[in-house]
């Protein structure tokens, strides 16, 4: 995946992988599991860069090849549940923007 590319180009990106490379999908439910796994990965270093967790002795830190395996995981997803990622996207960006817009205007916390 390079920059640049539209969530769809990244969808069929990954299902060309997936039957070149990887020769199948796993279960909707191991990849389920997969991105906890991931999911939990990003969250021991973010843990460890940004929290008060230290990072162990040769332990190495890369937050965007932590959250591109998430993103990986959350396409293939996608693919096999037949969810368009760019449509979805953009219903929730609509969807957020409408209930959330004065809410967070109005939250001194934020400010």
Known sequence: MSEGKTLAQHQREVDEWIRTVGVRYFSELTNT???????GELARLMARQYGDQSFKAGEQADLGMEMA???FVLICLANQTGVDL??????????KTRRDRQRHADNAKLR
């Open 33 to 39: 599991a997969v991105l906890m796994e991931e999911v």
């Open 86 to 95: 760019e449509e979805a996207m953009a219903r929730a960006m609509e969807k």
């Open 69 to 71: 395996d998430v993103l």
